[in-house]
């Protein structure tokens, strides 16, 4: 079984620094995708920023220019940082991974994470 821990969130002030963790373990053969979504109050969920293996990373128009994804493959762990955030930015964010069971499987298995709240608020 593979299960996520994410870290990092809180009350963080306008202009403030936050960076948040998701950290997968369990039995996987590989990662495909680990990336983060947020979902404000009375709203959809969103993309914020992901990361596929051998790719760029891809970023939302609101994540553009103020939060980077980066992903630490030997640590399994994903990292989104943002050092100027915006009370828009409040919701729970969620990681959310695409692994593979076993070598030479085609379809990945999505995972989710329970979420970790940020509050940006004076």
């Known amino acids: 079984q593979v299960q996520l821990v994410e870290s990092g969130g809180g009350w963080v002030q306008p202009g403030g620094s936050l960076r948040l963790s998701c950290a997968a373990s369990?039995?996987?053969?590989?990662?495909?995708?680990m990336g983060w979504y947020r979902q404000a109050p009375g709203k959809q969920r969103e993309l914020v920023a992901r990361i596929t293996d051998g790719y760029e990373p891809e970023y939302s128009d609101s994540a553009k220019g103020r939060f980077t994804i980066s992903w630490d493959n030997a640590a399994d762990t994903v990292y989104l940082q943002n050092n100027s955030l915006k009370p828009e930015d409040t919701a729970v964010y969620y990681c959310?991974?695409?692994?593979?069971?076993?070598?030479?499987?085609?379809?990945?298995?999505?995972?989710w994470g329970k979420g970790t709240r940020v509050t940006v608020s004076s």
């Open positions: 369990g039995s996987f053969s590989s990662i495909k995708t």
């Open positions: 959310n991974i695409q692994y593979f069971r076993a070598v030479g499987e085609y379809y990945g298995v999505d995972l």
